[in-house]
């Protein structure tokens, strides 16, 4: 009975791919001392079968389908200001789990003064992923990345135009240079894996996003049908632009320009890699021309 129990266990540990790492070979001495204690099969039995049952931990990290999905939710949302939001350079941190800190946040208002008041309608234009924080911009940001009006756009007849008239602030020139701010979501560890209403959730203190309809369902309203199932699908098709496809995907993880065989200059989004799925999305100008898997 000994020697069937023991080439029955070290074919399950061969065999198993499965087994915690702390089950390796030179483990079996012990395991074998125990069954010359009490050699029963079925003890054994239970014993690898409990083994079989540990799952391995879930990943408590920001995934990478997580980080896609608050991009193509919070981005470019529309909130109302709750409380004074300081146009600070640096930004103003937020650190989840914790009281707003007051005292900074009125130093921040008088070295910078505020880029939104209570009340103001505020728009999300640009979300970075860092190790242990989430910077959001809030109407171009403390840096000014870009025009405000340029952040959501759709083509109509050829021309480019602004989905809201009024995703961006306007100063008394007439011009868009009303400051911007930045939010900083600081969790002091890696970012933990996260949904897009968490983060609407945790920038509560300042931004109230249920009392603006959605910038991205305004917008979405407007695409034609197989546009908009596909964006629901989360996948690229072709006829699709830049902006419908960052909202179907995300931004990509490499870009490649080349020419084709015609002289074309194409361009390349490329999601994944390989060994595992990965997707090429090949644009000629605004437009895609081919989407091709590779499983």
């Known amino acids: 009975m000994f020697r069937l129990s023991t080439i029955i ?16 070979l030179r483990d079996i001495p012990d395991l074998i001392g125990a069954a010359n204690v009490a050699p029963d099969l079925t003890a054994l039995s239970n014993l690898m079968l409990g083994c079989m049952s540990q799952a391995p931990p879930k990943s408590t990290h920001l995934g990478q389908d997580s980080e896609l999905a608050i991009v193509r939710y919070v981005d470019g949302e529309f ?25 900074a946040l009125r130093s921040a208002l008088s070295n910078s003064g505020a880029a939104a008041n209570p009340g103001d309608t505020v728009q999300v234009t640009n979300l970075a992923f860092r190790e ?20 959501l756009q759709i083509g109509i007849g050829g021309m480019p135009v602004p989905t809201s008239s009024t995703s961006a ?7 868009d240079r ?11 560890k890696p970012i933990p ?41 989360r996948r690229a098709v072709v006829g699709m632009d830049h902006e419908m496809v960052i ?26 890699q390989p060994p595992a799925r990965t997707i090429f999305v090949t644009f000629i100008g605004e437009k895609v021309v081919r989407v091709k898997v590779f499983e």
Request: hydrophobic residues 35%; negative net charge.
């Open 247 to 272: 909202a179907a995907m995300g931004r990509p993880d490499h870009k490649v320009r080349q020419k084709n065989e015609q002289g074309q200059e194409t361009e390349d989004w490329i999601y994944g």
């Open 132 to 151: 242990k924080e989430i910077v959001v911009d809030i109407n171009g940001g403390s840096h000014k990345h870009h025009r405000l009006r340029d952040h």
């Open 9 to 24: 266990l070290a074919s399950f540990v061969f065999a198993s791919p499965n087994i915690p790492e702390v089950f390796h």
């Open 169 to 175: 602030p306007i100063d008394s020139t007439g011009s």
């Open 193 to 233: 894996d996260i949904s897009p209403d968490d983060v609407k959730q945790l920038l509560s203190a300042f931004l109230d996003f249920t009392k603006a309809r959605s910038a991205a369902v305004q917008w979405i309203d407007t695409l034609p049908p197989e546009i908009k199932e596909a964006i629901k699908d």
């Open 79 to 103: 909130a109302k200001a709750v409380r004074p939001i300081p146009a600070w350079k640096k930004g103003f941190k937020i650190e989840p789990g914790k009281p707003v800190d007051e005292n």
């Open 178 to 188: 009303a400051p911007g701010a930045t939010l900083i979501l600081d969790f002091g």
